[in-house]
């Protein structure tokens, strides 16, 4: 009898840690390839003022956000990973902006931005006339005032690592490097998903190989920003918080207009858009 039931329960047991330990290796994969869409930071621009409940400002908001949901997720916005749009008229305009990872275009986009949206409206930042969200695969945006084609020194973040690199075994100057190539490529690279004319994807990822480790990297420029624009706001970002991730075994540093992020372990699906192997 005891044989018998110790032969069961290694039967029934086998299978479960199986199940287990390969649903384990799936959400490790996932969470290593970025596919989650976690929120990462957000800032209320209290300089700008509060509204006024039942005003037309906060009309124009709620509009704004109700539309998102509404909206084909294959609409130009979404399948281009960025939208700019005003509402309204002064002193009640509402400016808002939505930029989204350009690997999670198209109904991820229109996810996290409606997500995004309705967390800023409700929980972050209520009643503020400004405010910045950040995602994993998109930023929103709204405000009183048009903020297209300017460059944000003020709202930005840098979220290091909590390891050390060792020594110095991924120098510093490498992954300067592989951050130069990856906007040289953002820059240069023609976006495929904007029809009529051949503008700049701005958004690059790839990999590099150094020694018996690989470098993974990704950059990304707001579509709103010019060639020039996006060359000048990941110099600045990348001098301005070197001393937070020049010894990190990796980094995310996110602005309005612009975010880079390098890790040793991938966080891009390399089957991706404008991924490349250094």
């Not at 949901?69 to 960025?82: I, L």
Request: net charge positive.
């Amino acid at each position: 009898m005891y044989a018998s039931s110790s032969v069961s329960k290694r039967f029934v047991l086998y299978p479960i840690v199986v199940v287990v330990t390969t649903q384990l290796l799936l959400v490790r994969s996932v969470s290593a390839l970025n596919l989650t869409n976690s929120y990462l930071q957000h800032k209320c621009l209290v300089s700008l003022g509060k509204y006024k409940p039942g005003s037309d400002y906060e009309k124009s908001l709620d509009d704004i956000i109700q539309s998102f949901s509404n909206e084909d997720k294959n609409s130009y916005g979404f399948r281009t990973g960025f939208s700019m749009s005003a509402y309204g008229k002064e002193p009640d305009m509402v400016a808002i902006t939505f930029q989204c990872r350009i690997d999670s275009r198209g109904p991820k986009c229109q996810s996290c931005v409606v997500t995004a949206g309705y967390e800023l409206l409700r929980k972050r930042c209520p009643r503020d006339k400004g405010a910045i969200i950040w995602y994993d695969q998109c930023l929103v945006e709204f405000s009183s005032s048009d903020t297209s084609s300017q460059i944000n020194y003020d709202d930005n973040f840098c979220m290091p690592s909590a390891k050390n690199l060792i020594g110095n075994s991924i120098p510093f100057e490498e992954r300067l490097h592989l951050l130069n190539n990856l906007t040289k490529m953002a820059v240069t690279k023609i976006d495929k998903n904007v029809e009529g004319i051949k503008k700049p994807v701005l958004y690059a990822a790839g990999e590099k190989r150094l020694g018996t480790k690989n470098l993974y990297g990704m950059v990304q420029c707001s579509a709103d920003l010019s060639v020039q624009g996006c060359n000048e706001c990941m110099l600045y970002y990348i001098v301005h918080f070197q001393k937070c991730w020049k010894s990190k075994q990796g980094v995310r540093v996110l602005s309005r207009n612009c975010n880079f992020r390098y890790e040793i372990y991938p966080f891009i699906n390399p089957k991706g858009p404008y991924y490349t192997k250094f």
